[in-house]
């Protein structure tokens, strides 16, 4: 008889990390974050409390999650999840060819093309790759998605450095385009705006378009990442001196985006897997949610501003 073993949940949180660092460039995502004096900080926010450490065990769930196909659907418009359990990955269909965001890891490319495949499309069709930011679970498999399809690999500039680090396997990283905040990247009638929001990653990069659906607008909101991992330095950072005003600033970029639509490098901080349940059930598509943007940007914010306190305490600030 086959047993199961429970694996703790900090060891699984751990096991994450440690898949997240092996492909990251940033010091702050450790696989061996010590719990700091006086613990984990804690916040309670809508009804919800959450531990910096659960908070990104939320958002990279396990192993399995991190490598696991999630069915691959519709979002809304012209836009289609074609990721994992908890890394994000999207397809932006236009007439003029495809948009990827995110190409994960390097392992994971395989993944995408087979989702991207199963919704009639061709890989080969993807005419320019986009990412989040600078970490190895988002932007990883781009040498292997262009090498595949040919695709303009799009970075933000504060991210190039980072980028240029990460090799799989030795291969350089490419890099066609290089682009700063506010500028916009166009394909058959699709037009993306690059917000750059730093703090999770130097140039970390929330992306916005308008998609038509049911003969009405909406604005579409895809976060890069604001979270503050456990390792993150927001104090006496010398890497990144003025890493808390960049996350200052990333919230204040954030909550002054329209939003009817929140999507994230993670789906957790969107809630998919709890939207999908409801797609094709005859209501209003779940994935409207301006209340969900609002309300993650809350529990980030909180987190961020809870974490900041407590490495200032610490440091004697």
Request: aromatic share 6%; net charge neutral.
């Amino acid at each position: 008889m086959m047993s199961t073993v429970r694996v703790p949940v900090r060891l699984l949180v751990l096991m994450s990390i440690a898949l997240l660092a092996a492909g990251s460039t940033r010091a702050a995502a450790q696989p061996a974050a010590a719990e700091p004096p006086g613990g984990w900080p804690q916040v309670t926010v809508h009804g919800e409390t959450w531990s910096q450490m659960t908070l990104l065990q939320r958002n990279l769930g396990g192993p399995d999650d991190q490598t696991t196909a999630f069915p691959p659907h519709r979002v809304i418009g012209n836009i289609y999840y074609v990721g994992t359990n908890s890394l994000a990955s999207y397809l932006v269909a236009t007439p003029g060819g495809l948009i990827l965001i995110n190409s994960s890891y390097e392992r994971n490319v395989p993944v995408i093309r087979k989702s991207v495949e199963a919704l009639g499309f061709k890989f080969s069709d993807i005419r320019i790759l986009l990412g989040s930011h600078a970490h190895g679970d988002h932007m990883e498999g781009d040498a292997a998605v262009k090498a595949l399809s040919g695709a303009q690999v799009v970075a933000m500039a504060e991210d190039v450095p980072a980028l240029e680090r990460m090799r799989p396997g030795d291969k350089p990283h490419p890099i066609d385009r290089v682009i700063h905040d506010g500028d916009t990247v166009s394909l058959g009638g699709t037009t993306l705006v690059a917000h750059l929001t730093p703090g999770h990653t130097r140039g970390c990069t929330t992306w916005t378009l308008k998609v038509t659906d049911g003969g009405r607008t909406y604005d579409v909101v895809i976060v890069g990442s604001l979270g503050v991992n456990p390792g993150f330095k927001l104090v006496d950072n010398r890497e990144a001196p003025a890493i808390a005003d960049e996350f200052r600033h990333a919230f204040k970029v954030s909550r002054g985006l329209p939003c009817d639509v929140p999507l994230a490098s993670h789906p957790a901080m969107y809630r998919m897997a709890e939207k999908y349940t409801r797609l094709g059930q005859g209501g209003p598509n779940p994935f409207i949610d301006p209340a969900g943007y609002a309300r993650e940007l809350d529990l980030t914010e909180a987190m961020f501003q809870a974490v900041l306190a407590a490495q200032q305490r610490l440091a004697g600030k």
